[in-house]
Structure formats: structure tokens, C-alpha cells
């Protein structure tokens, strides 16, 4: 580690870090998160009974969205090729609520965990925006980084093991 923040000038000004010395390897990261909500707003859900249509259906198209425009949303970001997303919505009637994880993968000169984790939340936050009318006391939470490989870094798997496979066993999106 270094005790310099890249993302910052000499001069203290954010700037966006140059990566056109890196090489260019497959980079993979997984994202995992949760939104908890009422058992009926779940059911509604996985019965599809919400008014607005399809919510996991809808969720998934927006995790893909959302990882392609990641470098719009956030100030800093590269823009990627991305040649990858892979969405899983689970409903879990332990929450209760939806568990998501989206893997994102690319071949360039820099990773992909901004892709994922911008994917999982606005995922979640579309499956608040579908079913809000059912049930605003919904909570959107733990969104983290499961995993990541390529690049300088090597591969990291986050400590509880969740995630720890590049891509979700059970992916929705291909």
C-alpha cells in the first residue's frame, strides 16, 4: 500500500488516474446485497402481483444498465468494455426479502468492483421503486464486494466467504 491516495493530484485537485501503462488482463468482481421487506410484499413479488409488472425481471435488466454506465454515475470511474454481467435475484423468505449478487467481468486495465457494486444497488433499489407502494418500510442493505481477480491486486474474496466463486451459481442473466 501506498501512503498516497491515487485519485489525488500533488497538488490536492481529484483527477481521474491514468491506467494507460497497466496491462490489460481479464478482470472479474462479484457483488452481493440484500433488500429485507414484509413477507407479503415478498410474496407479492414472487407471485408477480405487484401493479408495476415484473419486478426481479425489471431488477435484472437495471443491474445491467447500471453496470454499464457505472463511469456515468460515479466521478472518477473508467469507462469499460464490459464483456459480461451476470445477475442473480434470489427471493429468501428467511430475510425476508431478495438476495442479489451481479459478477461483472471485462479484459482491460482496470477492475470491475465499481461495475458490480453499482449493479447491486440500483437492482435493489429498483426492486424498492416497484414494490414502495406495497411496503415502504423496505431496507436496502449490506451491499459489499464478494470477490475480484485480475490486475496488479491478484484476487480478493471477502473474509466471510460469501461470494468467494467469480460468478453466481445460479445466474439469471446470460
Known amino acids: 500500500m501506498t501512503d ?44 408477480a402481483q405487484v401493479k408495476k409488472g415484473d419486478v426481479l425481471g425489471t431488477a435484472r435488466v437495471a443491474a445491467v444498465m447500471a453496470a454499464k454506465r457505472t463511469s456515468d454515475l460515479i466521478p472518477l470511474c473508467h469507462p469499460l468494455a464490459i464483456t459480461d454481467v451476470q445477475v442473480d435475484l434470489t427471493p429468501d423468505s428467511a430475510l425476508p426479502g431478495v438476495r442479489a449478487a451481479v459478477s461483472v467481468s471485462t479484459i482491460g486495465r482496470t477492475g470491475v468492483e465499481m461495475e458490480a457494486l453499482t449493479a447491486v444497488s440500483v437492482a435493489l433499489l429498483t426492486v424498492y421503486d416497484m414494490a414502495k407502494a406495497l411496503d415502504r418500510e423496505m ?30 451459481e445460479s445466474a439469471s442473466t446470460k
Open 4 to 47: 498516497r491516495l491515487s485519485h489525488v493530484a500533488d497538488s490536492g485537485e481529484a483527477r481521474m488516474v491514468d491506467v494507460s501503462s497497466k496491462d490489460e488482463t481479464r478482470r472479474l468482481a462479484r457483488a452481493t446485497g440484500s433488500i429485507r421487506m414484509k413477507p407479503e410484499t415478498l410474496a407479492a413479488i414472487v407471485n
Open 139 to 168: 431496507v436496502v442493505s449490506d451491499i459489499s464486494l464478494a470477490y475480484k481477480s485480475g490486475g496488479v491486486g491478484g484476487e480478493f474474496s471477502r473474509v466471510d466467504g460469501i461470494g468467494s466463486a467469480p460468478y453466481p
